[in-house]
């Protein structure tokens, strides 16, 4: 304990695994209920904050929700947190809005549908109350503002009705009763002099004349506006959109490039990443996921097909074609097969919420890696480890192309992402952790538990210790007998930026999760 009376904490094992309970679900299918292929959920997105969770689905819509558990209670919920006192309500989230971002549409050009689906979500800087987000399909971007703004009513007309008799003020209708009227009150008599000084008015008034009195009530909408279109950039698919920390400008990629926008400016980006060789017979790998260094605004990462992640400094050129870093695994010498290169290609990055590691997801793993070591991952977690002997059944349909998002919890402790059968995996990322959770989404997520040994660790010298651990190792089947289904499979997912809490996606439904 040193003068100032603080606990200087000794070093410490990794910590307990977590123990996941239901909180919440959105969208729940009830028993036999047909899924609408417009309404699967395809983007899930938690703002900076944590207050905010939007969604995206293959019918092109946005659905915001927004945190209720904790509006009412910020100052007691610091002076708790001061008081080191846990707080025993879990997060609660309420539909907010939605709103239509993407419709279908068709390129003439090229003779190419261009599907409504939102591939990606992601949270801009909030101002004056108002929220910000850009979304995209596979060829436009969008940047919308959600913002809540007043009703606007009639609340009256401008005549007092209990005055009126027969159309005419009442006070004048001894004065106006010889005198016949037009439309808006023109006396066919003669015209009045209506632009004087003195602004005069038909003896009787102007009984045909009615002006609504529009005021503004205390009641508010959510209005959805489309501030900017960022189109025509990209000739393939978007994969990923992500913001740079200087709040001002974003990246969008695709198989072959990637492009640098500015918030502000639609019709105009700048190509920083350029893989497209002078032959397409050349092509040997794409580009499969892209996202900015969440503090340094001049770096970002990028991964391949090939299963490696490249570290650009922009600060190098204007195109960034040479990377500062690359990251790759070396391939086990008599382990190379026909589906090597396929169950290599990493489907998703995120870095850490400090910018040290990077975590990747290929198909069968997830990998951990610090920006500070090329020479390997620093961790390896296997995820459906029981998969590898029906490879050829997967290649037949389709599913060994699956594309699985990941997370890392804001504390850096943890990592999740998703496999079939509606289940995902949560693994602890420190030194000797052997967290190996396996949960459903369904409102019993412990429901399927299977025993998940670990192989012992291998040191690095004085290196972080590079973990490989087992996932479930079982031959089709769940521990309760069930086979794993693979036509439900669980892609995207989201870790709160400040609590353990996971909300994850199962075809149609939100599940979310808190530990």
Not at 274 to 279: C, E, G, I, L, M
Request: aromatic fraction near 10%.
């Amino acid at each position: 304990m040193n003068c100032g009376d603080e606990v200087v904490a000794a070093p410490a094992g990794p910590p307990q695994p977590l123990e996941w309970k239901f909180s919440q679900v959105f969208g729940e299918r009830t028993a036999g209920e047909e899924v609408q292929e417009v309404d699967i959920i395809s983007a899930i997105e938690f703002d900076k904050s944590g207050d905010h969770l939007a969604t995206g689905d293959r019918g092109g819509r946005v659905v915001l929700f927004e945190r209720t558990d904790t509006k009412d209670h910020r100052g007691s919920r610091r002076d708790m947190e001061r008081m080191d006192y846990s707080i025993g309500r879990h997060p609660e989230f309420r539909y907010k809005t939605e709103f239509q971002s993407h419709e279908p549409e068709f390129d003439y050009l090229k003779s190419l549908e261009i599907e409504e689906k939102i591939n990606k979500i992601k949270w801009c800087q909030t101002a004056n109350g108002a929220l910000f987000l850009l979304s995209t399909n596979d060829k436009t971007i969008k940047f919308w503002k959600v913002q809540e703004k007043k009703v606007k009513k009639v609340s009256d007309m401008n005549v007092d009705p209990t005055a009126m008799g027969n159309g005419s003020i009442a006070s004048s209708s001894n004065s106006s009763s010889s005198r016949s009227y037009l439309a808006n009150g023109v006396s066919p008599d003669g015209p009045y002099n209506y632009l004087s000084n003195d602004l005069s008015f038909p003896p009787g008034g102007i009984p045909s004349l009615r002006l609504p009195l529009v005021v503004t009530s205390h009641e508010t909408s959510l209005v959805a506006r489309c501030r900017r279109v960022y189109a025509h950039a990209h000739d393939y698919h978007i994969n990923s959109i992500s913001n740079n920390s200087d709040g001002e400008t974003f990246i969008s990629a695709d198989d072959l490039r990637i492009n640098l926008w500015n918030l502000e400016i639609s019709n105009q980006s700048f190509n920083i990443v350029d893989v497209k060789p002078a032959n397409m017979e050349d092509l040997t790998e794409v580009i499969t996921s892209a996202e900015f260094h969440p503090t340094h605004c001049n770096t970002l990462a990028y991964s391949s097909s090939k299963g490696s992640i490249r570290l650009v400094d922009l600060r190098q050129s204007a195109l960034c074609d040479s990377h500062a870093k690359l990251f790759e695994e070396q391939e086990a010498p008599g382990s190379r097969s026909f589906f090597t290169e396929i169950i290599a290609s990493i489907s998703d990055i995120k870095f850490g919420k400090d910018g040290r590691y990077i975590l990747s997801r290929d198909y069968m793993t997830l990998k951990l890696w610090d920006i500070n070591m090329d020479s390997g991952p620093v961790a390896t977690f296997q995820v459906h480890e029981y998969l590898r002997p029906k490879l050829c059944d997967l290649y037949e349909n389709d599913s060994i192309f699956d594309k699985f998002e990941c997370c890392l919890s804001g504390d850096g402790l943890r990592v999740s992402t998703g496999s079939y059968s509606n289940l995902f995996r949560v693994f602890g990322c420190v030194p000797g952790s052997t967290e190996a959770t396996t949960l459903e989404a369904s409102k019993n997520p412990m429901r399927r538990q299977v025993p998940t040994p670990s192989r012992p660790s291998r040191s690095l010298g004085n290196s972080i210790t590079r973990v490989v651990r087992r996932g479930a190792e079982s031959s089709g089947v769940d521990a309760n007998g069930n086979s794993f289904d693979f036509t439900t499979k669980l892609l995207h997912l989201a870790w709160h930026p400040t609590e353990n809490s996971i909300a994850c996606a199962a075809a149609n439904s939100l599940y979310m999760y808190y530990a």
